[in-house]
T-cell receptor
Framework: EPEVTQTPSHQVTQMGQEVILRCVPI?????FYWYRQILGQKVEFLVS????????KSEIFDDQFSVERPDGSNFTLKIRSTKLEDSAMYFC?????????????FGSGTRLTVV | GIQVEQSPPDLILQEGANSTLRCNFS?????LQWFHQNPWGQLINLFY???GTKQNGRLSATTVATERYSLLYISSSQTTDSGVYFC??????????FGEGTQLTVNP
């Protein structure tokens, strides 16, 4: 079964540093997403991406965050100048179409710890 | 935005028991998914079920879209079923909105 692959599985970074979280969506999927889950809380939407541009973003997704599909296979989330409160599990997801009949497929997540 | 409420928030079972988890949502949806978050934090997709009934082994789910709720049934529970179960919905193909989850603990 096709998978969404995320790397690294765990990243520790110092406050103020930039991090890039990487995702390889399922190859024939067209819509890509990032979600975040702070420890002990529910999963929250960050951003959706289609046709090489952001299609929707939440209030959480401020200027500190950016997304990119640099090479047609990878989908990245960049967090500039990380803060302690950015510590969370970050999930990438993809879907074949906006009105999907199959649901969204999630990756295994990257656990980001900011110290 | 759409509201998603899950109940109960916590559930403790003995191995072998059956359980029902509920998800209520506040608007019409075109996507509803149930996920299991395992102890390693991974989100495992259990069902895509915007309406109707589906079964997969000991798990089954029913969504009554007209009444805006979904149920997840776990039969003959095992310790490996422990974790958090999330319901997530979307309207018009937009972002998924997750509920707060049900923390399930199955004791041997």
């Amino acid at each position: 079964e096709p998978e969404v692959t995320q790397t690294p599985s765990h990243q520790v970074t110092q406050m103020g540093q930039e991090v890039i979280l990487r995702c390889v969506p399922i190859s024939n999927h067209l819509y890509f997403y990032w979600y975040r889950q702070i420890l002990g809380q529910k999963v929250e939407f960050l951003v959706s991406f289609y046709n090489n541009e952001i299609s929707e973003k939440s209030e959480i997704f401020d200027d500190q965050f950016s997304v990119e599909r640099p090479d047609g296979s990878n989908f990245t989330l960049k967090i500039r100048s990380t803060k302690l409160e950015d510590s969370a599990m970050y999930f990438c997801a993809s879907s074949p179409q906006r009105r999907t009949n199959y649901g969204y497929t999630f990756g295994s997540g990257t656990r980001l710890t900011v110290v | 935005g759409i509201q998603v409420e899950q109940s109960p928030p916590d559930l403790i079972l003995q191995e072998g028991a059956n359980s029902t988890l509920r998800c209520n949502f506040s608007d019409s949806v075109n996507n509803l998914q149930w996920f299991h978050q395992n102890p390693w934090g991974q989100l495992i997709n259990l069902f895509y079920i915007p309406s109707g009934t589906k079964q997969n082994g000991r798990l089954s789910a029913t969504t009554v879209a007209t009444e805006r709720y979904s149920l997840l049934y776990i039969s003959s529970s095992q310790t490996t079923d422990s974790g958090v179960y999330f319901c997530a919905v979307s309207t018009s193909g937009s972002r998924l909105t997750f509920g707060e989850g049900t923390q399930l603990t199955v004791n041997p």
